[in-house]
């Protein structure tokens, strides 16, 4: 197993928290969920208990980024040393496992990976974007204080998150190391090494020039715990086609779906509650009805002896309404 147990978020595994706890030198780690059927977005909390923050959290991620969402107000300090590192496919995402230092609001964060999805999870103005990298990091600390006494704080969680546009030019460098290794991955569980390291110099140089928001949300994969905090860079960076290509076809779709105004009702929740589709001004929609031969007429009684085949105590009589269903 890559984490026999996570200190914070529940048991189940997730490709946002893959490498941040303890991991095995074996076999890549396949996670319990996916993007299709019943193991898609809309089931995961059904794949596992701790997994029911995916259908009742109130601060779900990914959102559309709009004015409501604040911008940092600071930047991340990434610290990323060159390094070999691990490249996996664990089936639901591709990444790399990589160690460096960010510093941001007064505390220290450990990387511990960097993941993909196709196409972006987060939209900025309602656009999405091809590609979205997630940059995972873990509390190590605060920084010194006068007393000089770091306080562990390996419970925070705070996600990178870079837009990628498509170009017809180079890709940038963080791409352009994986690219020419993504042929040794292509089956799911497999791994190999990047011993020239991964170029970060176009993610350093987007950082420094970009606004930044920052929110706080949750893991976008089971089990979608809350509390994380998203760096979402607004300037995307670039892909080229065929690099893009190629990775897609190993990664396939894994975007979670747009989740709800944070802090309002999880979007699972509103649509079982709903039964059907409400207006944005929360008026029922109601769906004009093709007349059925021998249906009631708007304007003519009608005796209702039950209701969706449950008989009620006592017979109502009601007058239909234009735009009323009757099903036989």
Not at 86 to 97: A, G, M, Y
Not at 202 to 219: H, K, M, R
Not at 301 to 322: D, F, N
Request: hydrophobic fraction near 40%; glycine fraction near 8%.
């Amino acid at each position: 197993m890559l984490f026999k147990s996570l200190l914070v978020v529940g048991t189940a595994s997730a490709s946002c928290l893959h490498g941040l706890y303890r991991r095995s030198e074996g076999e890549v780690e396949i996670p319990h969920f996916g993007y299709e059927d019943t193991f898609g977005p809309l089931n995961w909390a059904a794949l596992a208990p701790e997994n029911e923050a995916c259908k009742a959290g109130k601060n779900q991620s990914p959102i559309n980024i709009d004015s409501t969402v604040s911008l940092a107000t600071e930047k991340p300090i990434l610290d990323i040393p060159q390094q070999a590192v691990e490249f996996e496919n664990l089936n639901t995402t591709i990444e790399v496992v990589v160690n460096g230092t960010t510093t941001f609001g007064g505390n220290q964060f450990s990387l511990a990976q960097f993941h993909i999805h196709t196409p972006s999870e987060h939209r900025i103005n309602r656009e999405y974007f091809p590609l979205e990298v997630h940059m995972v990091h873990k509390g190590v600390g605060h920084l010194p204080n006068k007393a000089n006494t770091p306080t562990a704080d390996p419970t925070q969680i705070v996600v990178l998150a870079l837009m990628f546009e498509m170009c017809t030019q180079s890709s940038d460098p963080l791409i352009a190391s994986i690219a020419p290794h993504l042929d040794a991955i292509t089956e799911p569980g497999s791994r190999t090494p990047i011993e020239t390291g991964i170029d970060f110099s176009g993610v350093l140089a987007v950082i420094e020039s970009s606004n930044i928001f920052q929110y706080t949300g949750s893991l976008t994969t089971p089990p979608c715990s809350e509390g994380v905090t998203f760096l979402a860079v607004e300037t995307p960076l670039k892909i080229n086609v065929p690099d893009y290509n190629a990775i897609k076809k190993i990664v396939k779709y894994n975007s979670r779906l747009s989740q709800n105004t944070l802090g309002n009702d999880n979007i699972i929740a509103v649509a079982a509650a709903s039964g059907g589709a409400t207006a944005p001004n929360n008026e029922t929609v109601v769906e004009e009805a093709t007349p059925v031969e021998g249906a009631p007429v708007a304007g003519s009684t009608v005796v209702i002896s039950e209701i969706s085949g449950s008989p009620v105590a006592e017979p109502m009589v009601g007058l239909v309404q234009r735009g009323m269903r009757f099903r036989s």
